[in-house]
């Protein structure tokens, strides 16, 4: 091991090439030999604005966080893995002593070093350290491109499974038909979900969806003149509860609205669409600030609550999930690049499809 080639993002639109050390493993660690990496939204918002919230990138940064790869050493106390097996990585290293780490919720520490979060190299080189327990074991039929794609997976159910606790037999509707709202359906119907709505402004989104895991898809209307957007949410999810035949009770009802689009009229809709005592979930991420209709949770006692990252169990069952043939991630790998060709993996990715007019 003589080399760690890894992309380096610089500035904004300036990304390069660079050899970087090998790192040097604890104990309990293990170094990794990355082999697959999907390209996040996050990604490429660092790539093109050079932040995200109050995170900035303000030194050069290896970029990624979606990864399996190859066990190349592990440290004198790790006893699960050797050398030569197959791990997804959970790219987020904690504390393991404050509040949030010892209740069971580690994706609040606040001292996180996650993968490609400034000031924190990314897994997009040959080689990557991570603490043993965050290296999971893939089984014989799974491949290391399933492998990369448990970081999303792992989101979709934290926040189906973990945070919501869907059950077998309810029904849901999802905002945004991308990679994670088209994975919190698999997982919705992986649980034994009876309606899975989809929901997308895009009409070949929507039929991406129905085709992968949702049950139904909807295309909200266009905006009228003078209309403002609560006034639009409120009348574009009357029109999806009368043409889906939804109700804000019984059998017909939505016991969970999950919106993974981060758009304000769809956070609105939702929660106008949310059963009586039913959930609503946040994982989409957009504007900082929206405007809510807030009177809806009082008088329907909604159950409103975000979605954060992975925590503990959750890249095990996805893991889980996709051994057993329940989720099939292969349809939504849409695009395939060498590690030598990162510049225009992250160009497609940017412009949501490929030069040949493929969407990503």
Do not use: W
Not at 80 to 92: N, Q, R, S, T
Not at 150 to 158: I, Q
Not at 181 to 207: F, H, Q, T, W, Y
Not at 325 to 351: Q, S
């Amino acid at each position: 091991m003589s080399e760690n080639k890894s992309f380096i993002l610089r500035g904004i639109n300036d990304v390069i090439y660079e050899e970087r050390p090998i790192p040097e493993i604890d104990d309990d660690e293990v170094l990794v030999e990355v082999k697959k990496t999907g390209i996040c939204g996050s990604d490429v918002h660092y790539l093109v604005a050079g932040r995200i919230g109050d995170f900035i990138v303000e030194k050069p940064m290896v970029l990624g966080h979606e990864s399996s790869g190859i066990v190349a050493k592990v440290g004198p106390k790790v006893k699960h893995l050797k050398p030569g097996d197959k791990v997804a990585m959970e790219p987020g290293a904690t504390c393991r002593t404050c509040e949030a780490c010892k209740s069971g919720k580690y994706n609040l520490c606040p001292d996180v070093i996650f993968a490609a979060t400034p000031p924190y190299d990314g897994t997009l080189g040959k080689y990557y350290k991570i603490p043993s327990d965050l290296a999971y074991k893939l089984p014989d039929n799974l491949t290391l491109e399933d492998g990369a794609m448990m970081e999303p997976l792992s989101v979709a159910v934290h926040s189906v499974s973990t945070l919501a606790k869907l059950r077998a037999n309810q029904n849901v509707a999802i905002f945004g038909c991308g990679p994670v709202g088209l994975l919190c359906m698999a997982v919705a119907k992986a649980l034994g979900a009876s309606r899975i709505i989809a929901v997308d402004i895009v009409p070949s989104r929507v039929e991406f969806a129905v085709k992968y895991a949702a049950t139904e898809g909807f295309v909200p209307p266009p905006f009228e003149q003078g209309e403002t957007k609560m006034v639009y949410s409120r009348r574009a999810a009357g029109l999806l509860k009368e043409k889906l035949g939804v109700e804000e009770r019984g059998p017909k009802s939505l016991d969970l609205v999950i919106d993974a689009s981060g758009a304000e009229v769809c956070i609105q809709m939702g929660l106008y669409l949310a059963k009586v005592g039913g959930t609503f979930l946040q994982v989409g991420m957009g504007s900082a600030d929206v405007q809510i209709p807030i009177a809806l949770l009082l008088v329907k006692e909604l159950n409103m609550l975000g979605s954060f990252r992975y925590g503990p169990g959750d890249y095990q069952l996805s893991i889980a999930l996709v051994s057993s043939g329940k989720i099939d991630l292969k349809p939504l790998v849409t695009h395939r690049y060498d590690f030598d060709h990162a510049v225009e993996a992250f160009e497609t990715t940017k412009l949501g499809k490929s030069p040949n007019g493929k969407p990503v």
